[in-house]
Each structure stands twice: as structure tokens, then as C-alpha cells.
């Protein structure tokens, strides 16, 4: 969570770059792109590469970032890093591919959100880190945060920050609805929210037709495997599967008896949706509280953390919306200091706790997730609940096995023009889930990919 979050938002939940993927342009054994025959570093190699006067590029967009890597550079004197912002979402990943293409102007190491792992290993760009140590890091790690980095034996990133599934809710305008807590099923949450919306002309919250982040974490929570990628040629697309539809058909039925908007978010419209009780909560991501905290100031005491709702009561399960890492491009002429670079900012128990604590990154590793440094702060906005530790608790909900397809960037961009119009006209969902399928499935084919066979 951060003060600034707007942009850590934007680039957590969206991803719009236009760039095709062509497999007769990949390498690595095996189709995975980074796999690599690189033996085993060993630690006279390590020594040797971090006393060694050395310049490091990093291309990141986290705000302040310097001051973890400070961190290194003071451990490590004999190494400097330059860090430089290129952009984020589109411009960043756009400027990768063409620094790489050109063969020269790549940095050595990168900002990548876990959902373009795939899509720059398929073009052969990112090092496997396991030779250098990554592997030995599993478990310090939540596990399927370090699911989203690895394949079989290969590591591609260290996890920097991760967006687990939460329910931010206005205390306020459930009270004037009756409702004194928020609904712990989802069935108790289409019952609630009608009556929120009869009783306050408040919507119970805002699924956004502009956002296929929160639609997929709500996917990832309800156990929809809707992608799936063998690290070769081999690509599954099931986002029309039954159960994909049953969650569909249910925010329908709220969206069409009004009760729930589609508004497009990050705009000026909806800041002031928040900030005004337009919308009585808000299902979002760990590093949504201090977002909102900026976005909707003046409703400082009002709202409150809780839990996604269940399927069943009883239940704990929750998806996840947005996080990076750092991975390390296979261009790069100094592998072992950056590998060490992208370990130590995301695994140093300094470094961490202040990405946690001032730059409201939320944490993947768990000795942060631990640190009472990090759990016991009180939010005053949300009334003096401990709401990093409610979010820590949700992290370890998380299902573990989801996967992403190597052509995320048109994944997104084909949501906007499927699932996104059908959520903006408040029409048929289960049509646009069928059309995104026939875009996804037509797309993956005729870059290819051996699709659903």
C-alpha cells in the first residue's frame, strides 16, 4: 500500500502493450525462452562478481526505490546501480522488447508483473535465476506468490509485492442500511447489497467494465482456471468454463437489478464515486487501503477491511489482483550481480520491511508478513483496525495454481473489447466470456500456439 498508490494501481491492474509473439522468434531449450545450461554459481564466483567495480542498469517504476537500493550499495560498494524509470504498464514493457530487439540499451535488470513472466520467456529474454541461488529462496516466499516466478526448476523473478483479495467497505452506509457487518458469503453479499441500494442509493460496490485484473482475481478466488501454458507451444484458454459462468451470471444479476455499477475506474469520476458514497465498498487489493486513504480523505473512520465474501460459509479463499517482481534480462553482460541485486531489495529484512512500511508495497516474503513491524499498525482511517495483518492472513488464501498465458498484453486488450462492452451495457455476460474464448483461442492459434489441444 502506498500514498501515491494511483500509479501502482494503474500498472497492478492493467497491461495493454501491443506486441505480437511469434514462436519462430523464441529460443531456450524446450520453447521456455529463459531456460539457460548455466552450471551452478558458486560462491568464489559471487564473491568475486560483487567485488568487482561493476554498473548495473535497473528499470523500474516503484517510487523511491532508491533507498533499497541504497541499501545494496552499501553492502556491496564495489557495485552501482542506476535506476531508471521508463514508464509502467505499456511504455515499460514496450521499451524492454525494443531495447532487447536492438541488441543494445537493455538493462540488466527488471521491474515484470507476474503475468508477463511467460510472455517474456516465450521470446527467450529473461535468465533463469536457479543457478545463481533463486531456488534456495522458495521458502521464504508465500507459496503461490513464488509459484507465479517459477517453472519446474527454473526461477524467473524474486517477488517484490503481490495484490491478495480483500473487501474495503463503507461502515457508515451498511449502518443506515441496517446492516451492522459485512457479509461473510456471497449470497449474504447480493442480499446486502440490494438492500444498500433501496435503502442509501449507494451501489454495494463498483465492478468495473475497464478492469480485467478484478475480474480474474474474482475468477481466481471462485477456483477458474481460465489460462493455462506448458512453457512450450501448448496454451489452454478456458475463460467461458461453467464455473467461469456461474460467477458471471451472478454479478449479472446484481448489475441488472442495479444494485452494483460498472463505472470505469482510475478516472476522476470514480475517485469521486469513493470519495462521495457513490459506492458503499470496494473489492480490491492489498495495496487498495492506502489508495484509498488518499483518493477519499475526508472519509477518514468511515470505512473498513474485511475478507472477499465466500462461496460457502465457513470457507477462506481468496484471488489475487496485481504484484511484480524483479527479473533479470539474459542480455546482461554481469548475471551474478544482478541476480544478487534483485535478491537482496526483495529479500533483505530491511529492505523489505521498508517497501512494506514507506512504500506500502504489499509483502511476499514472509518474514515480513511475520514482522509485528508490519501487522500491529493501527489504520486511522479505517477506524484503528490492524489491516495489514487482516491482509496477511488473506495472502495465505490464496490458491496457488494459477497460471497465465504468454500473450497477456492481447489478453487484456481483448477483454476491454468483449467482457468490458458487455459489462459496460449491463448486458449479456456469459456471451461476452464466450467472446472473449473465440478472441482468445483465434489469437493464440495464429501466433502458433498448439490452443485447447
Known amino acids: 500500500m502506498r500514498k501515491n498508490a494511483p500509479r501502482t494501481a ?61 541499501l545494496f550499495e552499501k553492502k556491496y560498494p564495489k557495485i552501482k546501480v542506476n535506476v531508471q524509470n521508463v514508464g509502467q504498464g505499456a511504455p515499460h514493457y514496450q521499451k524492454i522488447r525494443t531495447a532487447v530487439k536492438a541488441g543494445k540499451g537493455a538493462p540488466d535488470v527488471v521491474q515484470m508483473e507476474y503475468q ?86 449507494s451501489y454495494m460496490s463498483d465492478l468495473a467494465s475497464s478492469q480485467a485484473g478484478q475480474m480474474l482475481g474474482l475468477l481466481w478466488q471462485a477456483g477458474v482456471k481460465p489460462f493455462g501454458y506448458d512453457g512450450d507451444k501448448g496454451v489452454t484458454v478456458d475463460v467461458n468454463s461453467a464455473k467461469a ?66 462461496y460457502s460459509s465457513g470457507e477462506n479463499v481468496s484471488g489475487n489482483w496485481g504484484g511484480s517482481s524483479d527479473a533479470v534480462l539474459k542480455t546482461t553482460k554481469n548475471p551474478i550481480a544482478s541476480y544478487e541485486l534483485a535478491k537482496f531489495i526483495n529479500n533483505d529484512a530491511e529492505s523489505t520491511l521498508q517497501f512494506a512500511n514507506k512504500q506500502f508495497l504489499f509483502p ?45 498484453d492481447y489478453a487484456y486488450s481483448s477483454y476491454n473489447e468483449t467482457m468490458g462492452k458487455a459489462l459496460a451495457a449491463k448486458g449479456d455476460l456469459s456471451a461476452g466470456l464466450d467472446a472473449w474464448q473465440k478472441s482468445l483461442v483465434s489469437y493464440g492459434t495464429q501466433q502458433g500456439f498448439s490452443v485447447n489441444k
Open 116 to 201: 508477463y513472466i511467460s510472455s517474456f520467456n516465450v521470446t527467450g529474454n529473461l535468465l533463469d535465476l536457479a543457478p545463481y541461488g533463486a531456488s534456495k529462496l522458495s521458502d521464504q516466499y508465500t507459496p503461490w506468490v513464488w509459484n507465479q516466478v517459477k517453472r519446474d526448476k527454473a526461477v524467473y523473478g524474486i517477488p517484490q509485492d503481490a495484490g491478495p483479495m480483500g473487501n474495503l467497505y463503507r461502515k457508515d452506509i451498511l449502518a443506515k442500511a441496517g446492516i451492522t457487518k459485512a457479509p461473510e458469503t456471497w449470497e449474504e453479499y447480493a442480499a446486502d447489497a440490494k438492500i444498500v441500494k433501496e435503502k442509501t442509493g
Open 10 to 70: 494503474v500498472a497492478l491492474g492493467t497491461g495493454l502493450l501491443a506486441v505480437t509473439l511469434v514462436l519462430s522468434g523464441c529460443s531456450g531449450a524446450g520453447g521456455t525462452g529463459g531456460t539457460t545450461s548455466t552450471k551452478t554459481v558458486s560462491q568464489a564466483d559471487i564473491d568475486k562478481a560483487m567485488n568487482t567495480p561493476t554498473t548495473l542498469n535497473f528499470w523500474t517504476w516503484v517510487p523511491d526505490i532508491k533507498n533499497e537500493v541504497a
Open 245 to 310: 459462468k456461474e460467477v458471471a451470471s451472478y454479478w449479472q444479476k446484481l448489475i441488472q437489478e442495479g444494485s452494483v455499477s460498472t463505472d470505469p475506474d482510475f478516472t476522476d469520476s470514480w475517485y469521486q464515486g469513493l470519495a462521495n458514497g457513490k459506492y458503499a465498498g470496494w473489492l480490491t487489493a492489498a495495496w487498495g487501503p492506502v489508495f484509498l486513504q488518499g483518493t477519499a480523505a475526508k472519509t477518514s473512520g468511515l470505512w473498513a477491511a474485511a475478507p472477499l465474501p465466500q
Open 364 to 408: 511476499t516474503a514472509t518474514k515480513t508478513l511475520e514482522s509485528t513491524d508490519f501487522t500491529d499498525q493501527k489504520a486511522d482511517f479505517y477506524g484503528g483496525q490492524q489491516v495489514n495483518k487482516l491482509f496477511a492472513g488473506i495472502s495465505g488464501t490464496v490458491d496457488t495454481k494459477f497460471e497465465w498465458l504468454p500473450y497477456m
